[in-house]
């Protein structure tokens, strides 16, 4: 029932998914972009939903504490705890955390959002590269494209450690993807 009434609701905003969806996407991380609107998280989240993807994101711990909880929770927000370990007295890198959420579960799927701000960046965050590669798991490339009213996920990329190739590759993808306000997107001038 949940997931029809999640089809009716995108259908009713003029959304279409794409019905080619890689096998990958049930043990990866998964980029959201472009990602320039507050609206993204809501038409991810109905997509993600209706292919059945295992959709997790990271939040810092403090906002998964009530009443925020009660919401981000349930929409998958996953707490990130970066406190220095009791057995090292050391904090662990964000790579870390992010690979070792891997270890804890079989099935899920990181959302991140490499631009890291709604506003115009011209250099992403490759944090979740790095995350990928130490856990061992594919990149699936996730994206909103407002021009075509589509949702979708492209292919999945394994991290080879080349990172210019590898980084090449997947802002090729997203190279003529429009977000809602396509003036704030833009794909990293490293390796665009």
Known sequence: ?????????????????????????????????????NWDI???RLGFYIMDVPLRFT???????????LLLGPLGGLP????????????PSYVDVMAELFEKHRRIAVMVTPEGTRSRSTRWKTGFYYAALKAGVPI??????????????????????????DMRQIMDFYRNIQGKHPELFSVDERYG
């Open 140 to 165: 699936c490339l996730g994206y909103l494209d407002y021009a075509n009213r589509a949702a979708g996920v492209g292919p999945a990329l394994y991290p080879t450690g080349d990172v210019d190739r």
């Open 80 to 91: 990130i705890d970066r406190r220095p370990r009791a057995e090292t007295g050391e904090r």
């Open 1 to 37: 029932m949940w997931k029809r009434i999640a089809k009716w609701l995108l259908g009713l905003s003029g959304w279409k998914l794409s019905p080619d969806i890689p096998p990958e996407v049930q043990r990866c991380i998964i980029i959201a972009a472009p990602h320039t609107s």
């Open 42 to 44: 809501w038409y991810a």
């Open 59 to 69: 939040i810092k711990r403090e906002w998964m504490r009530f009443p925020f909880g």
